[in-house]
């Protein structure tokens, strides 16, 4: 039982570039979210699931994009990544009945 | 909206020594509030939970009480270890408004332990 997991662990990119993170889990959890942490700001929500095929914006979606094809999978893709992206990325999940969240070990991303 | 408040740090204490981290919140209705950690370089571990008033949760030797009167939930630990160096957040999960399965988070608070 792996629980939540997290690719790429580090990545480095150019103005302009485009990826994609890829989060997992194997909990059979319907929601998903993506956060990214930043000093002295917490942990801010980007986009959130709430079941296979939904998906919503967070506090911070400007500039992301997400996908939520299959229900173990949460995808978070930056398009055009800018600087200000510079960021750890965290991807969370959580059941129905129980209304804590369970993390990833993060993915740490660098703009240049 | 719903908002959490905690103490700005960094935190330093000496091994042994008593931890005091407070958090106060706004939330309507009666939400369900946490704390999670973060170790260095790792993602964040559910610490402890309360879901209703005068609650305490409880784990690893920490303790926070759920004060309905006072909006607070302020995690506190007797004798805390070197190993407890880590980054504390206080959360709460909103009621209602579809704020129910989503998480509001403090900023966090570096505690530093020094032997």
């Known amino acids: 039982n792996a629980g939540v997991t997290q690719t790429p662990k580090f990545r480095v990119l150019k103005t302009g570039q485009s990826m994609t993170l890829l989060c997992a889990q194997d909990?059979?959890?319907?929601?998903m979210y993506w956060y990214r942490q930043d000093p002295g700001m917490g942990l801010r929500l980007i986009h959130y699931?709430?079941?296979?095929?939904?998906?919503a914006k967070g506090e911070v979606p400007d500039g992301y994009n997400v996908s939520r094809l299959k229900k173990q999978n949460f995808l978070l893709g930056l398009e055009s990544a800018a600087p200000s992206q510079t960021s750890v990325y965290f991807c969370?999940?959580?059941?129905?009945?129980?209304?804590?969240?369970?993390f990833g070990p993060g993915t740490r991303l660098t703009v240049l | 909206g719903d908002s959490v408040t905690q103490m700005e740090g960094p935190v330093t204490l000496s091994e042994e020594a008593f931890l005091t981290i407070n958090c106060t919140y706004t939330a309507t209705g009666y939400p369900s509030l946490f704390w999670y950690v973060q170790y260095p370089g790792e993602g964040l571990q559910l610490l402890l939970k309360a879901t209703k008033a005068d609650d305490k949760g409880s784990n690893k030797g920490f303790e926070a009480t759920y004060r309905k009167e006072t909006t607070s939930f302020h995690l506190e630990k007797g004798s805390v270890q070197v190993s407890d160096s880590a980054v504390y957040f206080c959360a709460l999960s909103g009621t209602g408004g579809g704020s129910n399965y989503k998480l509001t988070f403090g900023k966090g608070t570096l505690l530093t332990v020094n032997p």
């Open positions: 699931s709430v079941g296979e095929g939904t998906t």
């Open positions: 909990m059979n959890h319907e929601y």
């Open positions: 969370a999940s959580r059941g129905l009945k129980r209304n804590e969240q369970f």
